[in-house]
């Protein structure tokens, strides 16, 4: 089915430089940017953004490491989107990523661990409505 996810780049890979390499992967998997903008969040849009982790132990740093730089943040659609994403992505733990996938290629750490991409269909939809008005997204 033709779907929607939300993606973000990390502060870690935008330090790296490496957005346009990053947007290069989606591209070739045929994933469309339909959205996109940079952003540096602040600690009340990151908390609420990951509010479904709040009671996990990693959430404080969590937190202080998403805000730790600019993101850059984009909504992406092509057909199973959600799952083709998380396959570009890679395992959570770049420890544990396949080679070749972003995390393996830029991530150093669980934490760092370079992108973020929505799981399913219901958190794509409630991500994509975090940070994009309807307006903002250029379905194509
Ligand atoms: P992300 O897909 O952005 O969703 C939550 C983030 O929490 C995850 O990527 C990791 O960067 C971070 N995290 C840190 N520790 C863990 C952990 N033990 N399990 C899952 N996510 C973790």
């Known amino acids: 089915a033709l779907e929607r996810t939300l993606s973000i780049i990390k502060p870690d890979a935008v330090a790296k430089n490496v957005i346009g390499e990053i947007y290069a992967r989606f591209e070739k998997a045929g994933l469309k940017v339909v959205a996109a903008k940079m952003k540096h969040l602040s600690r009340q849009e990151a908390e609420g953004f990951y509010a479904v982790h709040k009671e996990r132990p990693f959430f404080k740093a969590l937190v202080e490491f998403m805000i730790s730089g600019p993101v850059m943040i984009q ?19 770049p420890k544990d990523a396949a080679p070749g996938t972003i995390r393996a290629d830029f991530a150093d750490s669980i934490d760092a661990n370079a992108v973020h991409g929505s799981d399913a269909a219901d958190t794509a939809a409630v991500e994509i409505a975090y940070f994009f008005a309807t307006t903002e997204i250029f379905s194509r």
């Open 75 to 93: 909504a992406l659609e092509g057909e199973n989107a959600i799952l083709k994403n998380r396959e570009l992505m890679g395992a959570t733990n």
